[in-house]
């Protein structure tokens, strides 16, 4: 009830939520006490959390933040929803997001911008803006989000939190609204390293319904947080800290490295060479992948249909012209075209193959290191509308967070201080299925 009431008093200014839950909510907690009561134990029996509006929830209103969507309630949970449910989260509602998880500013919302509640005049990022505001602004302990390119991460850095993309794999997909398949991951953000390991461990885990799920044992996150780090290699990739990273945020990064090595860490300068192609080969794939993902969305079979269409044709048309934002059909005209004939081996192909070499990188590199640690972002949060008409800007912004996603390894960022007041995040990026590792140093460092 506190919650609710802190959501009811500011919630106006930041627009972090596109649903509020309440009875929900409050029969949930009911349920979590009676749990408790019955002798129950678990550190999520109760928890207050809120679900990025893309995650289906059964008879709640899962709208991607789109047009198309603000009809469309599921008929079922998504796996993830399901199993936070199962463990005693109490979730007070749907969290606002880039329309259909498209940006990094949350500023293509069709329910409006976020805020940024370290300075109500920027952005909080994007596209899981709404889970970052909400906790930042503390009307949430934690939320889940999805990352297809960093849409975990640059929100948690922008806005002082601890964000993580598990592995590709790790985290169900069903039920979760599909971006670009081959990138999508669900993932935890909350205030500390800590927080996250709980939720990602009652997040994670094989998912019949989910063909793409690793079958894999979840380890147990919690147990990782206290191992000392002496030893443990931290790999400095040179890419990451040339032109385009804000000096300041650097010299931020330097610090978080010089607390490291006195916890025993030490410390090698490596180089991931194709960083330099990941934003042209995300920028084909990830739109090549939604326009067919987002074919679904037609006028027939759920969202927005246009009024009285004279035949099939038009009923498409309009339904898609009227329904999908700006963002949306400038991704799905990019990947229809990347994916057409003709075009298909010049972009598509060569993208891929971009991707085959970005994961190599990252194989020969954890030869050499235990982890990647570089900035989350080259720049603090920016000022709502200042990238909104230049999309390559705000593409940019991704440089540091898509290669994780392109090679479907996990990353974590967490908070690294501030520049003139706003909060920057510092990343890091391990082997596959090495959340434990990501978690423990974050924990040991927070
Ligand atoms: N900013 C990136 C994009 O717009 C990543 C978004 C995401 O991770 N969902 O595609």
């Known amino acids: ?143 889940t989000g999805s990352d297809t390119g960093g849409s975990i991460r640059q929100p948690a850095a922008l806005t002082n939190l601890t964000g993580l993309k598990p592995t590709y794999g790790r985290v169900s997909r069903w039920g979760m609204i599909a971006y670009a398949s081959s990138l999508d991951q669900g993932g935890p953000l909350a205030r500390t390293a800590e927080d996250c390991a709980l939720l990602l461990g009652s997040m994670a885990g094989f998912d019949p319904k989910d063909s793409t799920s690793v079958d894999q044992p979840v380890d147990d996150y919690l147990a990782s947080l206290n191992q000392p780090l002496s030893g443990l290699r931290v790999g400095l990739p040179k890419e990451y800290f040339g032109a385009g990273l804000d000096s300041r945020i650097g010299a931020a990064i330097l610090a978080v490295v010089e607390e490291l090595k006195k916890l025993g860490a030490t410390v090698k300068d490596i180089s991931l060479p194709n960083l330099q192609h990941a934003i042209p080969a995300y920028y084909v794939i990830a739109p090549a992948e939604a326009s067919s993902n987002l074919s679904r969305f037609d006028g027939v079979r759920y969202g927005h249909r246009c009024d009285s269409p004279v035949n099939l044709e038009d009923l498409y048309k309009r339904s898609r012209a009227e329904g999908f934002g700006a963002e949306v059909k400038r991704r799905i005209m990019v990947g229809t075209y990347a994916l057409s004939a ?78 003139d007041g706003l909060p920057v995040g510092v990343q890091l990026l391990a082997p596959y299925f090495q959340e434990g590792r990501l978690l423990n140093v974050a924990h040991q460092y927070q």
Not at 369 to 383: H, Q
Request: aromatic share 8%.
């Open 342 to 419: 003709g075009y298909y081996d010049a972009y598509y192909i060569k993208a891929q193959k971009i991707r085959r070499l970005i994961k190599n990188d990252f194989v020969s590199a954890f030869n050499e290191v235990d982890v990647i640690l570089g900035p989350t972002t080259p720049n603090p949060a920016w000022k709502l509308g200042e990238k909104s008409s230049d999309p390559v800007a705000a593409y940019l912004e991704d440089i540091y967070t898509i290669t994780a996603n392109l090679a479907g390894i996990p990353g974590l960022s967490m908070p690294a201080g501030f520049v």
């Open 1 to 143: 009830r506190s919650l609710l009431g802190r959501i009811q008093q500011l919630d106006p200014q930041l627009n972090s939520f596109i649903t509020v839950t309440e009875a929900q909510a409050l029969a949930q907690a009911k349920a979590a006490d009676a749990r408790r009561a019955a002798g129950e134990t678990g550190a999520l029996l109760g928890a207050p959390i809120a679900h990025k509006d893309l995650f289906c929830t059964q008879g709640v209103r899962t709208s991607c933040a789109s047009k198309m969507l603000d009809n469309f309630i599921a008929p079922y949970n998504a796996t993830v929803v399901e199993k936070l449910a199962a463990v005693g989260c109490v979730s007070l509602g749907k969290l606002n997001m880039d329309e259909f998880a498209m940006g990094s500013a949350n500023e293509s919302s069709h329910y409006g911008p976020v805020k940024n509640p370290w300075d109500l005049t920027r952005v909080p990022g994007g596209s899981s803006g709404g889970s970052a505001a909400a906790i930042a602004a503390r009307l949430i302990p934690a939320a």
